[in-house]
Each structure stands twice: as C-alpha cells, then as structure tokens.
C-alpha cells in the first residue's frame, strides 16, 4: 500500500501488508477523531494502521473466510465499526475501538418498547357492591337475632299515598284494557260491514241478470204473437 499526495503525487510512505495473503476488502474510516486504513485479508485477519504514517495499531485473526458472502458484504465506516451478512438471514456487527465496544451494549435495539401500565378502570356501582359482599362474608347474611332489627335488610314500608298510586295504576290498565277490546270490537263491525256490502254486491248482480233474462224472453214471445 503506498500512501501519496496530490495533485503532487509525492509518496509519503509505502508499506507491504501481507506475504502470505491477499487483501481482499479495504476502507479508510475515522477512528478517534483520526483517519486509518482499515483492511480484510483472505486468511480472515483484519489489520489496521495510521495514515500516512502506515504505522500498524491492530493484526487481529478474527474469521476464517469460507464464504464468500462475507467478503462481499464486509463493510467499514466510522468510530471503527463494521459489519457484514454472516448469513443470508443475519447481520454480524462489530467494532475496532475499545471505547466503542463499552458502549455496544447500550446500543442495541429493544423489541418491545417498556411503557408504565395505565391506571385501572374505575369500578361501577354492581362491582363495588360485589366487592363489598365478598368482603363481609356469608356472616352478614345471617338471619339477625329475634327482637332486634338489622340495618342491611331492606324493610318495605307502606307510604299514605301508596294506595292511591295502586289505585290510579289499576285504573289506567284498566282503561288501556278497555280502549283495546274497543278497539277489537270496532275491527270486527268494520269485517262485518265489509261481508254485508260483498253480499249486497252479489245479490245485485244476481237481480241484474235474472232481470235481463226475463226481459229477453217476453221479447222473443211479442215477435210470436205479431209475425206480421
């Protein structure tokens, strides 16, 4: 690797990364606030050093490249991180800086997202009164001692108009009762009175053509009697 300036194209430094190997990927991130050149050789060691200096910071064996989707997807970027597919389906992430490595952790992604749970539904009237017969037990169901009066116990009291509301709802039923059998009797006239018109329509009819046959026949005796 050779290290040169432009547009003067002077060397700066030159330097033979590997003997045995090849460099088969290779990227110039920042490290530290500081560029370096980060290479992948085919033996699976990953080497970094300083520009332009080319002095060497990390010889790393780090993987065996077995597959080639490694080296086409080996990718290097800033802050010393890379990543490539080791695997179709999985991304293998990793990083050249120690500082960066501390804080990996704090880096990665949640699946689900932690929420407070939100406060529970205010119980209705039935679920406080449920609750509050569960609580009491069968021992406030018990039958109170003789003589003595239990506050939990309903008591039916009789108020002085309450036989006149009774009274004004029986006659008000009673009055719905009557309008409706009224109501019943008037369908069953109208039935009537439409059987009486269909019978008079028909007897009418009958009238007609008896009445028409009849005066066909004293006209065909008349031109009997006078042939002339």
């Known amino acids: 690797v050779r290290v040169v300036g432009l547009p003067s194209q002077t060397c700066y430094s030159e330097k033979k990364l590997t003997e045995t190997s090849n460099v088969v990927r290779a ?15 085919g033996n699976g060691h990953l080497i970094a050093n300083s ?3 080319l002095r060497p910071l990390m010889d790393v064996d780090y993987m065996p490249l077995v597959d080639f989707r490694q080296i ?4 290097c970027s800033n802050h010393g991180q890379a990543v ?14 120690s500082e960066m490595s501390n804080d990996l952790n704090d880096m990665l992604a949640d699946l689900y997202i932690p929420c407070d ?3 529970p539904p205010k119980k209705n009237f039935l679920e406080k009164f449920a609750a509050r017969l569960q609580s009491t037990g069968s021992s406030s169901l018990a039958r109170p001692p003789r003589g003595k009066a239990s506050a939990g116990i309903c008591k039916l009291t009789r108020g002085p108009n309450m036989e006149g509301v009774q009274a004004r709802a029986a006659g008000a039923s009673s009055e719905i009762g ?3 059998q009224k109501a019943m009797e008037r369908g069953e006239k109208l039935s009537e009175v439409d059987e009486q018109t269909e019978r008079m329509k028909n007897s009418a009819e009958q009238h007609r053509n008896v009445a028409g046959q009849l005066a066909q026949k004293y006209k065909d005796k008349d031109k009997k009697w006078w042939p002339f």
């Not at 606030?33 to 050789?41: D, R, T």
């Open 27 to 41: 990227s110039v991130p920042t490290i530290l606030g500081a560029p370096c050149l980060v290479c992948l050789l």
């Open 84 to 97: 490539y597919f080791c695997s179709p389906s999985e991304l293998q992430k990793i990083t050249l800086s």
């Open 72 to 75: 086409r997807t080996f990718q």
């Open 178 to 180: 009557l309008a409706m």
């Open 117 to 119: 749970l939100p406060e």
């Open 51 to 53: 520009l332009p200096s």
